[in-house]
């Protein structure tokens, strides 16, 4: 089962290098036969023919999964290695489908999550940035969560903070304050108002113990310090 991640969390990203053949090779990529993934029978109108094509360094294009050998020393027929090395990337956003989403290829995904790579803001401006995985597919990615700036926290809790200002929490970067001001950020220590109605006294103290020190602030550097990169809504 994966876990519920949230925009804002910070990845570690790995796939374990695994043999197959190059089965066309361009200027600009290079395709591959895809070593996990199945076709699906029963997808109508979608044909996948179970081959993923990789872009060479020419093509300018992020990909998370690379070939050992490099893509650009491959021809036709060769025998490589294609997997992920270790890879630190940041959720952008979680996409999740019910039913399943039909691609054309088993399994059919339950989610995606959206991620950057390092250095990398979002810029709502650009069509299609973020990078898409799915966290319980075929492909034996292994993810571990590195940092989730307000891990304390869940996503629709309201808090009110030092200067009794009313907040709900959207995630790291996305607060709504009840005053209706849309400027600001929570001024620590935080005190849990509501988390599915009352909050029990074990997550109370919980959100007040994590809060007593510290600040916004901090969590911001924490996390820029990992990213190398700003929150969509701090660009300008």
Known sequence: ???????????LLKCPFTETVVTGVTRYH????WPWLEVDPQAEN??????????????REWEI???EPAEATLKPGDTCLVGIPATVV??????RFVPPLVTGMLPRP?????????GETHDPSLEDQGYTIDPAGGEPIHIELFFRPYAFLE???????????????GAAWSWHPFDGEQSGTPTWPLKLITRHGEPTPKEAEE????TAAGSHADELERWSGLTHARPATQQQ
Do not use: C
């Open 207 to 210: 959100v007040a113990r994590a």
């Open 65 to 67: 999964f690379r070939t």
């Open 90 to 95: 940041h959720v952008q956003a979680v996409h």
């Open 110 to 118: 339950a989610s995606y999550l959206e991620v950057l790579q390092q």
């Open 30 to 33: 290079v395709s591959l036969r």
């Open 46 to 59: 979608i044909r996948w023919n179970g081959q993923r094509a990789l872009p060479t360094p020419v093509a």
């Open 155 to 169: 996503l629709g809790d309201e808090i009110a903070d030092r200067k009794g200002r009313a907040w709900r929490f």
């Open 1 to 11: 089962m994966s876990r519920d991640y949230r925009p804002g969390d910070v990845l």
